[in-house]
């Protein structure tokens, strides 16, 4: 600590602030108590927050959240179930590390409005809630109730702060970045694509009707066009359902879109799907079931690509906490053959997950590539080779040089050049050399 900074808290410490006596002593066991907080329910954060209440210098009770009952506000239990029948409070000074909240889930009363009924003269607060719904608002409405709003000293605020990082940030991770607007464009998208989708499935069978279901053909034809009528009919009722989904697709709603996104997931709509995710991703960062969706239509599209993972890449820098992600692609190559386990890699490498972390991966599929060389099919083959190209340009770019000649060698053994076009083209020859372009410059 700083000499400044040594004697600004110094000052603090000795101060003594309005009639109820309240002292630097008062704001610390505050922000102590708040580290009592224990996490409540697996995937969700929640503040730590610490509440004193103080009349003319001597604490009339004290309680963090949680402390009685599960999820309970810290002022809330300090007021009502640690004080509740105590007339002191009456006047008394709220000390609350955090800004306490206007708006309460059910039937339950926010603590504005449990601190105006037991006439709190001043509530003193280190940091406003970042949520957006009730930041500013609690002290606003406390002010126009003629409560008086006091802050903690800095160095008290700075550690509030940063006992709830995390939670910040992940409040900060739930706020949508995608506009109401965008939303439903997003949602036209969609449902364009299911009525083209129902159109395309509609002419097909009245065409099989046309031409198989008439008198003329025989009888083994009409049996076999039956059966595909009858799964046609099967598709258009489910994709009808899908549209009706999409249609109702709630803005704003992360959930809604994650179960839009399933739908089509189920009807191999994958590209529409990608789409429903990507947009759940958007409206909350946080949700592990938008990033699984997102992450699974991804593959499902490039599956079929020589060109992935560049292809349908989005945004590599993108909002995902703690590189979920990359983490995800690495969770699913697990199940793959070696040739998609080395594009996955590639992927979560594009991603940001460190080199360390995919390397084992990348060994492991070379030995099983050894093994398996003989018994591998042409078209196999060529996406085994760009596999290894993505790899070793990933490579590049991290300046690995080492590890990147090993990928390339393993591409090399290959002895038939693979048929590409257009940037994949480009790419490969890069990679190994072939492209010439002091040539192509004339
Ligand atoms: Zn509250």
Redesign the pocket.
């Known amino acids: 600590m700083s000499k400044k900074a040594t004697s600004s808290v110094r000052k603090a410490t000795s101060n003594v602030y309005g009639p109820n006596k309240i002292t630097y002593t008062h704001f610390k066991k505050a922000v102590d108590i708040a580290k009592e907080c224990r996490p409540e329910t697996s995937g969700k954060l929640h503040p730590k927050v610490g509440a004193v209440i103080v009349k003319k210098g001597k604490i009339i009770a004290s309680a963090y959240r949680g402390e009685v009952g599960r999820a309970e506000?810290a002022?809330?239990i300090a007021l009502e179930k640690k004080a509740g029948g105590d007339p002191n409070v009456q006047g008394a000074d709220l000390i609350t590390t955090l800004e306490?909240?206007t708006v309460?889930s059910h039937d339950k009363r926010?603590?504005v409005s449990w601190i105006k009924s037991r006439n709190i003269r001043k509530v003193w607060i280190a940091t406003l809630d970042p949520n957006p719904v009730i930041a500013g608002y609690g002290e606003l409405q406390l002010q126009e109730d003629g409560i008086k709003i006091g802050r903690f000293p800095d160095n008290l605020a700075d550690e509030v702060l940063h006992d709830n990082k995390e939670f910040f940030e992940w409040v900060r991770l739930k706020q949508p970045t995608i506009s109401r607007i965008d939303q439903k464009n997003e949602r036209l998208v969609i449902i364009d694509a299911l009525k083209e989708s129902i159109n395309g499935a509609n002419q097909l069978r009245s065409l099989l009707y046309d031409r198989f279901l008439s008198p003329l053909s025989g009888k083994k034809e009409r049996n076999e066009t039956k059966e595909v009528v009858g799964f046609l009919n099967d598709t258009i009722i489910k994709f009808e359902k899908a549209l009706e989904q999409a249609l109702a697709v709630q803005i704003d709603s992360e959930g809604s879109w994650v179960q839009l996104g399933s739908l089509l997931t189920d009807l191999k709509l994958h590209g529409i799907a990608l789409l429903a995710y990507r947009v759940a991703t958007e409206i909350d960062a946080t949700s592990n079931y938008a990033w699984t969706g997102l992450t699974l239509s991804e593959l499902e599209l490039n599956r079929k690509d020589v060109t992935w993972p560049f292809q349908y890449s989005i945004t590599p820098i993108d909002r995902s906490p703690f590189q979920k992600r990359s983490k995800t692609w690495l969770r699913f190559s697990e199940f793959e053959k070696p040739d998609m386990k080395v594009r996955m890699a590639a992927r979560a490498l594009q991603l940001g997950q460190k080199l360390d972390d995919i390397w084992p991966i990348v060994e492991k599929s070379a030995e099983e590539i050894m093994i398996s060389e003989k018994r591998k099919e042409k078209e196999s083959l060529q996406k085994e080779k760009m596999a290894w190209v993505e790899m070793s340009v990933m490579m590049g770019s991290l300046g690995e040089e080492e590890k990147q000649s090993f990928c390339l060698s393993i591409a090399a053994k290959n002895p038939s050049r693979p048929k590409l076009s257009g940037p994949a083209k480009m790419m490969w020859d890069l990679a190994t050399g072939d492209l010439n372009l002091d040539e192509s410059e004339e």
Do not use: A, L, Q, S
């Open positions: 506000h002022e809330y306490p909240c309460r926010p603590c």
